[in-house]
C-alpha cells in the first residue's frame, strides 16, 4: 500500500443512461462497485466510494467498505470528489496531500496504474497528474468516445481532444496510426487537494463546452497535467453488452 497522505475516491451513481444501476451489477456474487473498491485497496490505504445514492450505500457497507454520502447536484465526478474530500478529512480527522479518482466502472482496474498515477505526486510541483497508453488500433483514432492526448517532452498534456491529434497532413487516414505514435488517454486522475478545490470552482471553459472534455477546463485556466504512460489495459464498462463481452473473455479469473 502507499503511503498515508493519499485519499482513493470511487464517486458512484446508480442512474446510467446506458446501464442504469451499473454500479451494482451482479459480477462472479460481487457488485461492482466492490470490485473497484477492492483493487483500489490493494494500493491505497485510504479508499471511499463517494455517492448520492442510499443502495449503493448500503451495499458498500455490506462488503464492509467505506462510503461517504454526497449531493445529488454535482455535475461531475471531480465536483463529488471535492465535497467527498472535505467530509472525510472532517470524518477521519486527518488532512489528505492528494486525491485519486477512481472509475467506478473498471471492476478490473490493474493496481499497478494507481501505483503508476500516485508515484506523479512524488514530486511537489505535480498539479493534477493523469495516464495514456499507445495507440494500437486505427479505428480507436477515430473513436470520438476514446479521447486522444498530446504531450510536450515534459510530459505535460498540451490538449485532449476527441478528434485525432495531431492530424498526418502528409498520410492517407488509414495509415496515421502506423505513421505517428498517438496516445489514448486513460480516464484516471489524481489532484493535488489544495488544486482539486481550486478547480471545482472554476467555470466551465469553450475547449470543455465544445469537447465535453473537463480536462481542457484546467488546461485553459492555466494548470498542468503530468502524463504517464502504461501499456496497462484500462478495462471500462459502459453497457450490459460491455460486462458481457468482459465476463464471456473469463472475468473474473
Given at each position: 500500500m502507499l503511503k498515508d497522505n493519499i485519499l482513493g475516491l470511487i464517486p458512484?451513481?446508480?442512474?446510467?443512461?446506458?446501464?442504469?444501476?451499473?454500479?451494482?451489477?451482479?459480477?462472479?456474487?460481487?457488485?461492482?462497485?466492490?470490485?473497484?473498491?477492492?483493487q483500489a485497496s490493494k494500493v491505497l490505504s485510504h479508499v471511499y466510494v463517494a455517492t448520492d445514492d442510499e443502495r449503493i450505500e448500503k451495499a458498500v457497507k455490506?462488503?464492509?467498505?467505506?462510503?461517504?454520502?454526497?449531493?445529488?447536484?454535482?455535475?461531475?465526478?471531480?465536483?463529488?470528489?471535492?465535497?467527498?474530500?472535505?467530509?472525510?478529512e472532517?470524518?477521519?480527522n486527518k488532512s489528505f496531500d492528494v486525491v485519486i479518482n477512481i472509475q467506478g466502472d473498471e471492476p478490473f482496474i490493474d493496481?499497478?496504474?494507481?501505483e503508476t498515477l500516485a508515484g506523479c505526486f512524488l514530486s511537489s510541483m505535480t498539479e493534477i497528474a493523469t495516464l495514456v497508453k499507445p495507440l494500437t488500433r486505427n479505428e480507436d483514432l477515430f473513436?470520438?468516445?476514446?479521447p486522444k492526448v498530446i504531450f510536450n517532452p515534459k510530459?505535460?498534456?498540451?490538449?485532449?481532444?476527441?478528434?485525432?491529434?495531431?492530424?498526418?497532413?502528409?498520410?492517407?487516414q488509414q495509415e496515421w496510426a502506423f505513421q505517428y505514435k498517438y496516445y489514448l488517454h486513460i480516464g484516471?486522475?489524481?489532484?493535488?487537494?489544495?488544486?482539486?478545490?481550486?478547480?471545482?470552482?472554476?467555470?466551465?471553459?469553450?475547449l470543455e463546452l465544445a469537447e465535453s472534455l473537463e480536462q481542457l477546463r484546467w488546461i485553459e485556466n492555466g494548470y498542468t497535467i503530468?502524463?504517464?504512460?502504461?501499456?496497462?489495459?484500462?478495462?471500462?464498462?459502459?453497457?450490459?453488452?460491455?460486462?458481457?463481452?468482459i465476463l464471456s473473455m473469463g472475468f473474473p479469473d
Open positions: 458512484s451513481r446508480y442512474g446510467s443512461t446506458r446501464f442504469p444501476g451499473k454500479p451494482l451489477a451482479d459480477i462472479g456474487d460481487k457488485p461492482m462497485i466492490q470490485r473497484v473498491y477492492e455490506q462488503f464492509g467498505g467505506k462510503v461517504i454520502m454526497t449531493s445529488p447536484s454535482h455535475q461531475s465526478g471531480t465536483d463529488r470528489c471535492t465535497e467527498a474530500l472535505n467530509k472525510v472532517k470524518a477521519e493496481p499497478n496504474l494507481l473513436d470520438p468516445n476514446k510530459y505535460e498534456a498540451i490538449y485532449f481532444s476527441r478528434s485525432p491529434i495531431p492530424y498526418l497532413r502528409q498520410f492517407p484516471l486522475y489524481g489532484y493535488r487537494s489544495d488544486i482539486l478545490r481550486e478547480i471545482t470552482n472554476l467555470k466551465p471553459s469553450s503530468s502524463v504517464r504512460i502504461t501499456d496497462h489495459e484500462s478495462i471500462a464498462i459502459d453497457t450490459p453488452e460491455d460486462l458481457e463481452r
